[in-house]
């Protein structure tokens, strides 16, 4: 079964600053997703970014990137120039891409994350 | 085109009594997925289920709980009996073809439920 990891319970930046999130997965397959969900005090999940396994290159979207290592099972995503509507809780979350796998999606514990003005 | 809808927003229940929470998914989809959150936790996958049939309730407890995605109408979940520890978020999510196929699932808002 996979699993999804998320070290820092709470983490902090300063306005304008950059953050970096943690998140390790462990699994067997070779060919799956991974994401990065933001959940606002609202509740409400929103997709920050994705990455498929399969691409070396790391995904980014305007000020969120992610360092995707695949070897070491890790995915960590940066936020560059952070503001205060970026405070929420980050939830990184596994997709089996495996035709007749699994379809659900694993999440991590989450990580709140506070931006200081 | 209108994201993913569930009522209701909030649902207040005592113990023993039954809640039933509704999901329609966005225009098109036919896979929906149904997730708890407890409090200070991460999402937890329920059920999924597309028109009519249920793929995979592997995350669904044993007793109590029920879901159903029919031809016509909403996707039900359903809970009988509640107990306070199933106060929680309850999340659904829609996709137009298999996760494998689209890899993306839209989220609706949720439904706050707690057991008095």
């Keep these: 079964a996979q699993t999804v990891t998320q070290s820092q319970p709470e983490m902090s930046v300063q306005e304008a600053e950059t953050v970096t999130l943690s998140c390790t997965y462990d699994t067997s397959e070779s060919d799956y997703y991974l994401f990065w969900y933001k959940q606002p005090p609202s509740r409400q999940m929103i997709l920050v970014i994705r990455q498929e396994a399969y691409k070396q290159q790391n995904a980014t979207e305007n000020r969120f990137s992610v360092n995707f290592q695949k070897a070491a099972k890790s ?15 980050y939830f990184c979350a596994y997709g089996s891409a495996f035709q007749g796998g699994s379809e659900k999606l694993v999440f991590g514990k989450g990580t709140k994350l506070t931006v200081n003005p | 085109n209108a994201g993913v809808m569930q009522n209701p927003r909030h649902l207040v229940r005592r113990r023993g009594q039954e809640a039933r929470l509704r999901c329609s998914p966005m225009k ?3 896979h929906v997925y149904w997730y708890r959150q407890l409090p200070e936790e991460g999402l937890k996958f329920m059920v999924y289920l597309q028109k009519e049939n249920i793929i995979d309730e592997s995350g669904m407890p044993k007793e109590r709980f029920s879901a159903e ?4 109408g909403p996707s039900i979940l359903r809970i009988q009996q509640v107990v306070r520890g199933d106060s929680a978020a309850y999340f659904c999510a829609s996709s137009p073809f298999g996760m494998t196929t689209t890899y993306e699932q839209y989220f609706g808002p949720g439904t706050r439920l707690t057991v008095t």
Excluded at chain 1, 75 to 89: E, T, V
């Design chain 1, 75 to 89: 995915f960590s995503l940066k936020i560059s120039d952070s503001q205060l509507g970026d405070a929420a809780m």
């Design chain 2, 69 to 72: 995605f029919p031809k016509e």
């Design chain 2, 28 to 30: 098109g989809h036919s």
